[in-house]
């Protein structure tokens, strides 16, 4: 079966401070991945998705990238911070051409 | 762009039906997704529904009219379990499997 794992569950980080967040899938090859925000009180906001190793797609401008090193990792950088991208950040995979997406656990992040 | 509309709340008692609604504008429109999302916890998946008419899951449903641009999801014999956030989202063919979340119905079931 698939798994998802998203690291850390949790991060306070000073504005203007760098940020990785990690996502790894377990259990399927060539998996769709996707990046996603939660606001609170706001839906959730896809940032960024890719279809394969090194292809990446950014669907909102932000201090934000996305890459994706190996098949079935994918990662979330900032260089600097800023208050605004406080939230909870969310993982998700689906198989390629078919729609239903799987979410990690996600990592909940307070700039201060 | 989508635009994705669902009411923010609904309350329900134990044992009860309720019915969420969620009516959507897009272009090239390929399929409706519910998620449920209790409080702190990530999405997950309930029903898809890309044709018209009616998913039955047990006590969840589904339902699509893509003239309408509406699908509701209907739960029954509430539990209070089922308090939580449901998520309507739109997947639009041209784009590779995004999908495009509404803001989610936060259903408080009453014992």
């Known amino acids: 079966s698939q798994t998802i794992h998203q690291w850390p569950a949790t991060l306070v980080q000073p504005v203007g401070s760098p940020l990785s967040l990690e996502c790894t899938v377990e259990g399927t090859s060539n998996p769709n991945l996707y990046w996603y925000r939660q606001a609170a009180g706001r839906g959730l906001q896809l940032l960024f998705y890719?279809?394969?190793?090194?292809?990446i797609s950014s669907e909102v401008p932000q201090n934000l990238s996305a890459s994706r090193p190996q098949d079935r990792q994918f990662i979330l950088s900032s260089k600097k911070l800023l208050l605004s991208d406080s939230g909870f950040y969310l993982c998700a995979w689906s198989v390629a051409g078919k729609g239903e997406q799987y979410f990690g656990p996600g990592t909940r992040l307070t700039v201060t | 762009g989508q635009n994705i509309d669902q009411p923010t709340e609904m309350t329900a008692t134990e044992g009860a039906i309720v019915q969420i609604n969620c009516t959507y504008q897009t272009s090239g429109f390929n399929g409706l997704f519910w998620y449920q999302q209790h409080a702190g916890e990530a999405p997950t998946f309930l029903s898809y529904?890309?044709?018209?008419g009616l998913e039955e899951k047990g006590r969840f449903s589904s339902f699509l009219s893509r003239s309408k641009g509406y699908s509701y999801l209907l739960l029954k014999e509430l539990q209070m379990k089922d308090s939580a956030s449901y998520l309507c989202?739109?997947?639009?063919?041209?784009?590779?499997?995004?999908?495009?979340f509404g803001r989610g119905t936060q259903l408080t079931v009453w014992p």
């Open positions: 989202a739109v997947r639009r063919g041209s784009t590779l499997g995004r999908l495009y």
């Open positions: 890719s279809v394969g190793i090194g292809q």
């Open positions: 529904n890309v044709l018209d």
